[in-house]
């Protein structure tokens, strides 16, 4: 039986960063995936290829509609989804296979199949073959990601009631797709077809898009998709989706009022958020117990009631996002070690990947009134951008929220022109507690997206706004 100071269960973003980190420390590191390549949900049918078909569909979408603005003619302008999909599938390849080559560079032992515990040091490796494999470690980490939600009485197909996984995957562009849940996933999966074509219907049970991120983004981000044509049905429950031929019928009702409603489309987008992925970890043989949503439960370091058992990424609380898991990783790799690391939740930025995308910092403005913290706001559009009208991306805000008495930037909010880039600029600032004025008086290219975010700024700070 192998020993090892450290054994890693799954190896997404959280997994094998952490056993990357644990290697450069010293630590004697296995890793165990149940699946052929490594980089778990993210690398393989999440953020990478969905990231790598969001940018094919945007070249599309411009080369459609923008081109001919630019003083470019095109003639027979088609999509041709297989070789997006063949793209899409290159680039996943060139991904996972650079985390194997890292695996075997920093000297980690990868065992392939499914972990389980035996006891709090010892798992089991069940093998495709049916064979299996027990191994020991001083210290164990689950990093075993998250899978997606259903919803009650909606039986997903894997061919027309779809998830994630199978939208990457489709062999032509819908007529008509209806996505259930406003969330970050199905509203980036609905734009990429949305751009190649396709009508989208959304459903969602709250109020607006994207609810957990600041209303205004929501808010603006509808506006931008209801340009590509998508309808929206906020408020409202789906009750069932069924498949009849080629069509699927999602039967839905208003909860204000009860009025049952119907949409046909090809297909049906379920994205109603994930859910952590423990199933088969027998947990119990560890001395460890889920919570009611399914969550490991860990306290400030991340070690579970077990000494010596950590989890992080999706299988703990928190945003379910890849950096996080990321930062997680680190995190207890060098608590392991005997470091002392830290970890400042508050600023993890959120993005989402449309175009133009959305991302986020901070509070949002609810979270400072329900925890009345004194705040004024800065605001500054694209429109008002020399660079945003130069390449045509003039929708969009930025959007900064700072104490009232100190001027501490306490929130960043924008969607716009590459603002999955920009928001690191914010992070940074909040990192060393910077003031609005702060940004307001540091130099900033010109012509550049970024001038925006010093604008939002300047407006913060007795609303300097230059340019508006």
Not at 36 to 57: E, F, Q, R, W
Not at 392 to 399: H, L, P
Request: net charge neutral.
């Amino acid at each position: 039986m192998s020993n090892f100071d450290v054994a890693i269960i799954g190896s997404g973003p959280g997994g094998y960063v952490a056993a990357i980190r644990c290697a450069q420390l010293g630590l004697k590191t296995a890793i165990i995936e149940r699946y052929k390549t490594l980089g778990g949900t993210c690398l393989n049918v999440g953020c990478i290829p969905s990231k790598a078909m969001l940018d094919s569909s945007e070249h599309y979408h411009n080369a459609e509609h923008t081109f001919k603005i630019h003083g470019i003619d095109l003639n027979g302008l088609k999509v041709n989804l297989l070789q997006m999909i063949a793209r899409k599938n290159e680039v996943v390849k060139q991904n996972v296979d650079g985390i194997a080559f890292l695996m075997k560079k920093n000297k980690i032992t990868v065992f392939e199949g499914h972990g389980s515990f035996l006891d709090k040091n010892t798992l089991s490796i069940a093998k495709t073959d049916g064979s299996s494999e027990q191994i020991t470690a001083k210290n164990i980490i689950i990093a075993t990601g998250s899978k997606p939600m259903a919803i009650p009485g909606v039986e997903i197909d894997k061919k027309r009631i779809i998830t994630s996984t199978e939208a990457l995957n489709l062999q032509e562009v819908p007529k008509h797709m209806v996505v259930i849940g406003g969330g970050v996933i199905g509203m980036e999966l609905g734009s990429v077809y949305g751009r190649l074509g396709a009508k989208v219907s959304v459903i969602e049970f709250t109020d607006s898009l994207i609810p957990t991120m600041d209303a205004a983004m929501g808010k603006e981000l509808q506006k931008v998709l209801a340009k590509l044509g998508f309808d929206f049905y906020f408020g409202h429950k789906v009750t069932g989706v069924a498949v009849k031929g080629k069509q699927t019928v999602v039967a839905f009702e208003e909860l204000k009022t009860g009025e049952k409603k119907e949409l046909k489309a090809d297909y049906t987008l379920v994205s109603v958020g994930r859910r952590p992925y423990t199933d088969g970890l027998s947990l119990e043989k560890a001395g460890l117990t889920a919570d009611e949503r399914g969550r490991i439960p860990v306290n400030n370091h991340l070690e579970t009631t077990v000494p010596g058992i950590y989890a992080i990424g999706d299988v703990v609380k928190g945003a379910m996002l890849a950096h996080k898991a990321e930062e997680e990783g680190v995190f207890v790799a060098e608590l392991i070690a005997g470091q002392k690391p830290h970890i400042n939740y508050l600023l993890i930025p959120n993005v989402v990947y449309t175009w133009p995308e959305v991302s986020s910092v901070g509070y949002t403005e609810k979270e400072l009134k329900e925890q009345a913290i004194p705040y004024k706001t800065g605001a500054f559009p694209f429109k008002a951008s020399g660079r945003a009208r130069a390449s045509m991306d003039m929708d969009g805000v930025v959007r900064v929220y700072a104490h009232k008495d100190t001027d501490e930037i306490l929130g960043v909010h924008m969607i716009g022109p590459r603002v999955a880039d920009m928001i690191a600029e914010a992070v940074v600032a909040m990192e060393f507690r910077a003031s609005a004025e702060d940004i307001a008086r540091m130099s900033h290219a010109h012509p550049t997206y970024t001038e925006v975010f010093r604008e939002a700024c300047l407006a913060a700070t007795a609303n300097r706004a230059l340019h508006m």
